[in-house]
């Protein structure tokens, strides 16, 4: 898999859009924690600092999810000075797989009421 190349070394390299794949975002929807950040950055409209997501494993666990999320095409990561801010690909994604986000954020959501979990 090719990626756009860092511009510099605090640039994140990321899929282009037509490297995203199916099964890579579904690999990465199908973790719990990876799915409660994608919830998290769908249910607003501006990008998160990763330190805004209070996640139930240590630092370097939640670093490794939002590598396999930006990896594989479902989140943008970029640094505002020293935060790395994170944003849904919701325009790549709704293009690709049109109804697949949403269709996969309803059943979470209808989960978690049902579970009464997050």
Do not use: W
């Not at 282009?16 to 973790?31: F, M, N, P, Q």
């Amino acid at each position: 898999m090719t990626t756009t190349a860092p511009a510099s070394s605090r640039d994140l390299p990321h899929p282009a859009r037509e490297e995203i794949r199916l099964e890579g975002v579904l690999h990465a929807l199908s973790d719990p924690v990876r799915l409660r950040i994608v919830r998290e950055l769908a249910a607003g409209s501006d990008e998160l600092s990763c330190s805004h997501f209070d996640l139930p494993v240590t630092k370097s666990t939640t670093t490794h999810h939002f590598r396999v999320l930006r990896e594989s095409g479902v989140i943008r990561q970029a640094y505002r000075g020293t935060a790395k801010m994170n944003g849904l690909r919701r325009d790549d994604l709704d293009d690709l797989f049109p109804g697949l986000l949403d269709a996969l954020l309803a059943a979470a959501a209808r989960q978690t009421a049902r579970l009464g979990t997050d």
